[in-house]
């Protein structure tokens, strides 16, 4: 079972295998966890996405983390929350899955996520919170030994731990 840890901080300090990007389709950077995470890798993040030609919702493609301490970044584009029922819990629960695949694909044992469309898309924080803890904790690792999720906010702390408490 993956060890499940949670830490309020910026993503892109943490030395893990891999960090998971909460990208756009066109997987060309944007505001938000994406922007700090471009800025921190450096350019040659973008010029490793380009060549992808996007990336679907809920999916997920890979990239080395040039100037990041983490090796590899995962880029998945979340749902855009509009009214829960236009597909987004399943959305969203195969960006947790499509990630989790690729990182067990790159024989990754470490792995931070960002809260996956909570900021721009707008998707409640506790309803996504569930998605994401209950996704990892079912989720068959073989490789992956430990999951991080990286809450920039106390308040996210706070559910993330919540959440947890009951799984
Ligand atoms: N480290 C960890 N978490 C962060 C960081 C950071 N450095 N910066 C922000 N967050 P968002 P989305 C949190 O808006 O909702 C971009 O423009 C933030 O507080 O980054 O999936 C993309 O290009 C929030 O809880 O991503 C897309 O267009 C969470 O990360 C769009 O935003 C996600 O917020 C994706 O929207």
Redesign the pocket.
Known sequence: MINIEVIQ?????LKVDAIV??????L??????????HR?AGPELLQACIPLKGCETGHAKITPGFKLPAKFVIHT??P?YRDGQHGEPALLESCYKSCLALAEENNCETVAF??????????P?KEATEIAVNTVHDYPARNIKKVIF????AQ?KKIYQEVLQRV
């Open positions: 901080g910026d993503i892109t300090k990007n909460a990208a756009n389709c066109s060309l950077g944007g505001g938000g966890v994406d922007g700090a995470i921190a584009p979340g855009v960002p809260a996956i469309s909570t900021g721009v898309y707008g998707y924080w990286c809450c920039f906010s996210m």
